[in-house]
């Protein structure tokens, strides 16, 4: 069974661009979580999909992050216009129920200059 | 509100030795799940075990054990005769209906297991 993936495993690029994180979460998972960690602070949630609605994006920082789960299969996290502050790891996270263990990706660290 | 204290920041011990680490959390919600997970080098962050709050049954797994304590809001990490491989970051989560079961992660204890 594959994992959870994410695309790109790096991204650079500088203040004021756009950047879109995939993340495909294992398959029959209908829930999915982002997180990130920016450096040296603890790893926070950003928002959960339970198949294609958003449950709770309660931890999006601002208007400038956008994230799409088509169809309920995979999902994006757009950052647009990309800021400093930005940069971290970004996580993705797939569980087949909540309260269940989630299963992550490799995350995507993002750096923006 | 939640939260979860892991109050080590970083451990180093010698190959062999025993090493604990902490972890202390917070909820008013009585349903509730605790985790572990391991973040090697190269930054995945890797499942370790799922503690529902009814079960306050220690686990071991190898040489991985967990020993939770609904008294003190403790769930403890012990592995026993550590090897260089377990050199990583431990995080300790929690989850529960008041947060939407997203997780909320302690903030991490790297742990060195010197040769």
């Known amino acids: 069974e594959a994992g959870v993936t994410q695309f790109p495993s790096h991204s650079v690029i500088e203040k004021g661009q756009t950047v879109t994180l995939r993340c495909d979460p294992i398959?029959?998972?209908?829930?999915l979580y982002w997180y990130r960690r920016v450096m040296g602070k603890e790893i926070k949630f950003l928002l959960h999909f339970v198949k294609e609605s958003k449950q709770d994006e309660s931890g999006m920082p601002n208007n400038r992050f956008l994230a799409e789960r088509t169809g309920g299969t995979y999902s994006t996290l757009k950052v647009q216009p990309a800021e400093l502050e930005d940069s971290g790891v970004y996580f993705c996270?797939?569980?087949?129920?909540?309260?269940?263990?989630?299963?992550f990706g490799p995350g995507t660290r993002l750096t923006v200059t | 509100a939640q939260k979860v204290t892991q109050a080590q920041t970083e451990i180093s011990v010698v190959e062999k030795e025993d090493v604990t680490l902490d972890c202390v959390y917070e909820t008013r919600d009585t349903t509730y799940y605790l985790f572990w997970y391991k973040q090697p080098p190269s930054g995945e962050l890797v499942f370790l075990i799922r503690r529902n709050s009814f079960d306050e049954q220690n686990e071991i797994s190898g040489r991985y054990s967990w020993n939770f304590q609904k008294s003190t809001s403790s769930f403890n990490f012990t592995i026993t005769a550590s090897q260089v491989v377990d050199s990583a970051v431990y995080f300790c989560?929690?989850?529960?209906?008041?947060?939407?079961?997203?997780?909320?992660f302690g903030s991490g204890t790297r742990l060195l297991v010197r040769p």
């Open positions: 996270a797939s569980s087949q129920r909540r309260g269940h263990e989630q299963y």
């Open positions: 398959s029959g998972h209908d829930n």
């Open positions: 989560a929690l989850s529960d209906a008041d947060s939407s079961y997203k997780l909320i």
